[in-house]
Structures are given as C-alpha cells and as structure tokens.
C-alpha cells in the first residue's frame, strides 16, 4: 500500500532576495486537485526588524493559507518558519511566489529566506489539520539541548510535531473509540555545533477518510548546519533541504531549511476499501499509469489483506491481484464496467466497494456498451 498522500515533486531555492519577493518553481506542472505545501524559512536577526509574508501566490489563482502557526508563533529566536498550504489546485507551471516580507540577519544583512515546495496526490476525501508543536509523550529525543555557549544560552525548542486522530464512534479513551494513538514526526537540525542548532518547527497534518495521519514538517536552522542538515527518525522520510552559505553564526557562516513527511497508518477500527478513482483505460494499451495498473485502497482491520471480485465483471483483459488489490492487465473491449470489490483482513472483517472502470476504444473508432 502506497502512503497516505503520495509524494509527487518537490523544489527548493535559497536566497539572497532583498527585494521581498522571492520565488521557487516545480519542475514540472502541478496536476489538478492535488495539494501544495509551501515551507518559507529565513533568519530574522537579532537586531533586525522582520515581517513575514504578507502573501503567497503562484500565478494559477490558487489560494496559499498560512495554515501551521501564527506569525508570531512562528518566530523562535533568530529563525522564521511557516507553512502554507493550498487546496484543490488549479493545475499547469507552477511558481510560487513569496511576497511583502521583509528580510532580516544580523547587522541588518539580507539573507535567506529558504523556500521549499511539496506537491502531493489526494483522495476523494481528507481533511487538512494545523498540528501545533507539542510535548506529547514523546519523551525528551525531541530536544536537542539547553547551554552557554559565549555567555549566552541557547534552546533548540521542540523538533517533534505531535498529532492524534480519532474515530467519531465514542468518547476518548471508551470502549467504542478507536484513534491512530498519539502520532508524531521528528526533524532535527544537525549542526556543527549542536549546542548552537536553533529549530523552528511548523507542521500540518492530513488526514484521509480511513484516519491515516500524514504529517509535513518544515524546520530551520540559523546556527552552524552541517551536511546533511536533517534528521528524522520513525517513519520521517526527507523530501527536501537548503543550505544558504551566509547568514548564520559569525563562527561558521550558513542556513538550512528541511522539509519531511511521516506516515501513519490508522490501525484501528474495521477494514475499510476505497476505489481510489480508477483511471479510464484504453483497448490494446497497458493499464494504469505506466502500465502498472491501479490499486485499491484498504486500511483499518488487522494486515495483510486478500481481495476479491464479488459482484460486476472487471473490463475483459483486466484481473485482479488478490494479494495487492491491484487491477492490471491490457484492455480488450470497450466499455463501461460496474464491480465490487471486497477486503477481507486477517482477522475476517470484510469491507466492500463498488467501483467502475470505462475503457476507451482506440482513436478514430467508438463504442456506447455498457456492463453489469
């Protein structure tokens, strides 16, 4: 099974900008309906004045929400962190643009901000959640260390984005409640020096309809990083870091900027299937994307799953893996197909879905049957 939100591409660009725009483009156009993270880090200084973005755009219309914490939230000592997030996108070249920000560092000296982009696959349904930086249970791995350094004390604050999700069945902790448990995603700064390592840790958490918990973590380091920059540890997985040469401590100049993903399955509950949008397909041609087919969806129950085809006929050419619940094969014949899949878990809870897959006819030919 794939992650809750795949990862489709990622960007990054450091400054200098003194201008207050600066921008960061994806490599290739974003789809349709996917969902973007914009990470915006920089190093405010201790003597500077600092405003954060007063906008975030990227050319499309799409809308950027500032949707980890609030600006003032945001600042820990002499580094900036924020994330946006935009919804639904409008598909096509994609830049975004941070704009009205004033940039900071020490003496009065532009530098930064680090940009990084994340563009993610959703499903039919989710929810986006700001997920607030927590102690949690975690334990004290999400602290670097307090000390002196110079005469001067220096705190990494919390590096851990704790989050939890609950099943709407009961009240906490009943019988009839069922929850992911207290989840959360690690992303440390590494530096040269670690005592003088500095985390500004903003996060958000999706949550897709089966309750898994998919958290991204934008974090920035002012002070001393060191290849290579970032640490997770769990299931944190690093799309992407920066490095600015300048700004940082006097003693070893530099900035990063890190972005992460952490991945949490919902255990709970019964085994749940989703048709995740099976795409179209065409006679004579592989299918699926690349020619891999397409996977249902299951969460929940207890793993592994087994699959089955328990109502409706697939396209003619096209089977079913009843280990993966992936549908794969070469179409034969044109149409619209109706079917049901069921998912059965280890302990025998079952779920179902009823999906459809149209096939095309080749170019230039066409065809109206439809299958039951």
Known sequence: MSASFNLVQSATAVGPWTAGTATVTFPNPVAYGNIIVAFFGAYRGTYTAWAYPSSVTDGLGNTYVLSSQSAGQAINNDQCSFLYVAQNTVGGACTVTFSG?????????????????????????????????????????????MCTFGGFTYSTADCTAVFR???????????????????????????????????GLVAVALVNQFLDVFIVAGNYNSGNPQSPYWSTSGSGVIIATTFEPTGGSSSTPGCSGGLAYGDFPYLGGPPQLSCDNPPNGTIGVAYGPGGLGHGMVASGGTAPYTYALVGGILPPGLTLNTSTGVISG?????????????VTDSLGGTAVANCSIAICPPAGTSSGNVFY
């Not at 099943?167 to 670690?194: F, H, M, Y």
């Not at 070469?330 to 069921?342: C, D, R, S, V, W």
């Open 165 to 199: 999700a609950l099943a709407n069945n009961g009240s906490v902790g009943g019988a009839d409640c069922s929850d992911t448990g207290e989840v959360g995603l690690l992303i440390l700064p590494i530096g040269v020096n670690e005592a003088r390592c500095t985390s």
């Open 330 to 342: 070469t179409p034969t014949f044109a149409g619209k197909f109706l079917f049901t899949i069921e």
């Open 101 to 145: 920000w004033t940039p900071g560092g020490g003496g009065g000296i532009g530098v930064g901000p680090s940009l990084i982009i994340a563009e993610f696959e959703v499903p039919d349904i989710y929810q986006v959640w700001a997920a607030g930086i927590s102690l949690g249970s975690l334990g004290s791995g999400q602290y670097l260390s």
